[in-house]
């Protein structure tokens, strides 16, 4: 199998019964898979609950234990999550400006020259965590080298190597947010924060646990889901070159790829929701209070809806895959992580000739039943 495979584990479950079971510390959850199922689910949010009182539930793993500031808009439901959407979308559009667009290709070209120059680099610390981190730089509308603080976190917020729900760490963001909450509080900007604490819902300013809120959301995530998706990209292109030739040859298929990469990748493979009342999922009985699972990564490989669904086709005409979420709770930084990858993709196909896997390791997600590889822990590669 080749190095850059993300198999699908789903495959079986999926067409048997629709759904599979993860035990989340003790708090079980029932796992949806494919597509229809998922969307259906997705745009239920009065009975699939994002809001709910227990701040931290719908992640799996659950944060409850590190965590009790609502991520928001992520944690609330309609008609409020409406308000807060409102607020802060036309902040998150802002990738689509071309003054954006053209500081972001900056930063991918100035790091993309660093590697050409090495004789190999391991692409998840030293290119996607860095890429990541400087290019929400720009998303915050804050200093460049602010994103030396961030790489120097690693490559996860809330996990270490031994755990998958590391206080500690993530008590270092929560920190690290409330001083320059502060900061902007004292001397305000034109970044974030600042655009935050200045707004205001319903004729009330936000307060600072709302933008506390915003600010994780915007922190963690993205971080895990741009680093898999970059380094997924580096990994494919090295396996298969020709696609890189015909981005170079036919730019107009770019946004294609774009897609077809983030549905074959599915960086995030899934999340929760809490049920309100009794009721069947896949014709399976749920209760009140229990837990389901949104799982993306299985939706997208749905052979129902998608043809080759286990290969990525890299300009796949029909592609309504379910990455970036769907429905009320669509992910804020999809248009952001978009243009990452777009670009990504135009620098690499002009700059690049060939990449060569040296080493790697697989990052291989436990969910009980389910065993899927992710991404890399570790890839180590040329690029000439």
Request: aromatic share 8%; net charge negative; proline share 4%.
């Amino acid at each position: 199998m080749s190095k850059s495979a993300l198999p699908d584990p789903f495959q079986d479950a999926r067409n048997t019964k629709g759904f599979g079971t993860v035990n989340d510390q003790d708090d079980p959850v029932t796992m949806v898979l494919g597509l229809k199922d998922v969307r259906k689910c997705a745009h239920n949010w009065k009975t699939f609950q994002s809001g709910g009182e227990e701040v931290g539930r719908i992640v799996v793993p659950s944060e409850q234990a590190i965590r009790d500031t609502r991520q928001i808009p992520f944690e609330v439901d309609p008609p409020q999550h409406g308000d807060y959407r409102a607020l802060v979308e036309p902040w998150f559009k802002r990738p689509l400006e071309d003054e954006y667009k053209a500081r972001l290709a900056t930063i991918i070209d100035e790091l993309l020259d660093e590697v050409l120059a090495m004789d190999s680099v391991e692409v998840v610390e030293e290119f996607s965590l860095k890429l990541q981190s400087r290019a929400l730089t720009l998303l915050l509308n804050i200093p460049y080298q602010e994103a030396e603080v961030w790489i120097g976190w690693g490559t996860h917020v809330f996990r270490s190597d031994d755990t998958a729900l590391d206080a500690g760490k993530a008590n270092i963001l929560y920190d690290y947010i409330d001083q320059q909450i502060e900061k902007a509080s004292n001397q305000p900007g034109d970044d974030l924060y600042s655009v935050l604490l200045a707004s205001e819902i319903n004729g009330k300013k936000l307060t600072k646990e709302e933008v506390k809120g915003v600010m994780i959301l915007t922190f963690a995530g993205g971080r895990d889901t741009v680093i898999n998706a970059v380094t997924n990209t580096i990994a494919y292109f090295a396996e298969h070159p020709q696609s890189l030739a015909r981005i170079k040859a036919e730019p107009e298929i770019t946004g294609k790829a774009v897609e077809e990469l983030v549905r074959y990748f599915s960086p995030l493979t899934h999340m929760g929701r809490v049920v309100t009342e009794d009721t069947q999922v896949c014709e399976h009985a749920q209760k009140a209070q229990s837990r389901i699972s949104l799982c993306w990564a299985s939706a997208n490989r749905d052979e129902r809806v998608f043809e080759n669904a286990n290969e990525v086709v890299i300009d796949r005409k029909i592609n309504p895959h379910v990455a970036f979420g769907f429905a009320t709770h669509n992910c804020l930084g999809a248009t952001h992580a978009r243009q990452i990858l777009h670009i990504l993709l135009t620098a690499l196909a002009d700059k690049v000739t060939a990449i060569e896997i040296l080493d790697h390791t697989d990052n291989i997600e436990d969910w009980d039943e389910f065993k899927r590889k992710v991404g890399f822990d570790a890839l180590t590669v040329k690029f000439n």
